[in-house]
């Protein structure tokens, strides 16, 4: 028997159906926000010609999470307080939000998210250069997952019936049914997005971070959060047990027990505001 190749996986799913497409207007945020010259008007001009992306960037800004003392009423306003990666991220945050509503994961969406404010949380101690990219690093990590939901509901149902009968694991299942994990899927929409290697790895390699080669820390932060909210019951991506944390993962962070408890601390005060978010 040949041997499957990942290029024919990843052709088996397209075939099966179209990956989701970035929204236009993240598309050109993203390729504003990656130019050295980019300013915070540019994106703020960028934002303000989408009404609904200025709403929900400007209703992201004024909520607890942040916790401004006064309202920021501009989208100009939000970029220069925020800055230029903080709104991109809200950006995906709302595109990604709307693309899991749509497909009913409300669920999938607070852990997406819960992820996300716990890595900011582990990048930020980490003394991590840039956290925000790692918070948008968190939210995307199951976008395969999304994607297969979206795009391919009958196949996605599949594999939930699958997993309710079955003790084989998530990406045996997966594989079995579409040919592909939900995070090689998530590696193909990262490169369909044209997304940097620091959102591609930690989408790839979050169940499995010492495959990442490039995007290490960030991959290895993605993992940990990702452990961390499962055993914290914020949101549900599955129904499959909590996942060991790699040893490897924690210590390419060089944090302590205490910092991890101070990080699990400030991630259950964030989950509170999770509600708000949405």
Same mark, same amino acid.
């Given at each position: ?9 990843? /052709? /088996? ?13 993240? !598309? /050109? ?5 990656? /130019? ?14 989408? !009404? ?54 409300? !669920? ?49 149902? !599949? ?78 991506? &599955? ?21 991890? &408890? ?17």
């Amino acid at each position: 028997m040949p041997t499957i190749t990942s290029t024919d996986l990843r /052709r /088996r799913m397209e075939k099966i159906a179209d990956l989701p497409t970035l929204p236009q207007i993240v !598309q /050109r945020l993203v390729a504003a926000s990656n /130019r050295p010259d980019s300013s915070a008007e540019e994106l703020g001009r960028i934002v303000e010609k989408d !009404q609904a992306m200025a709403a929900k960037v400007l209703k992201l800004a004024n909520s607890p999470y942040y916790g401004f003392p006064s309202r920021i009423a501009s989208v100009s306003h939000a970029v220069v307080i925020l800055g230029l990666n903080v709104v991109k991220r809200m950006a995906l945050c709302a595109s990604v939000f709307d693309m899991m509503k749509s497909a009913g994961l409300d !669920q999938l969406w607070r852990h997406s998210l819960g992820v996300a404010m716990t890595a900011h949380t582990l990048a930020t101690r980490a003394k991590l250069p840039h956290p925000e990219e790692v918070f948008a690093a968190g939210l995307l990590h199951d976008l395969g997952y999304v994607a297969l939901h979206v795009k391919a509901p009958d196949l996605a149902a !599949q594999i939930i019936l699958e997993m309710q009968s079955s003790s084989r694991s998530r990406a045996e299942i997966e594989q079995a049914v579409v040919g592909a994990t939900h995070a090689e899927i998530a590696g193909w929409l990262a490169d369909n997005w044209k997304l940097p290697i620091t959102l591609k790895d930690p989408m790839m390699y979050h169940h499995h971070p010492t495959l990442a080669r490039e995007a290490t820390s960030q991959t290895a932060i993605v993992h940990i959060a990702d452990v961390l909210v499962k055993a914290m019951g914020c949101g549900s991506s &599955d129904n499959q047990p909590v996942t060991d944390l790699s040893p490897e993962a924690w210590e390419l962070l060089h944090l302590d027990d205490a910092a991890l &408890d101070a990080c699990i601390e400030i991630a259950a005060r964030d989950f509170e505001s999770i509600d708000d978010l949405l």
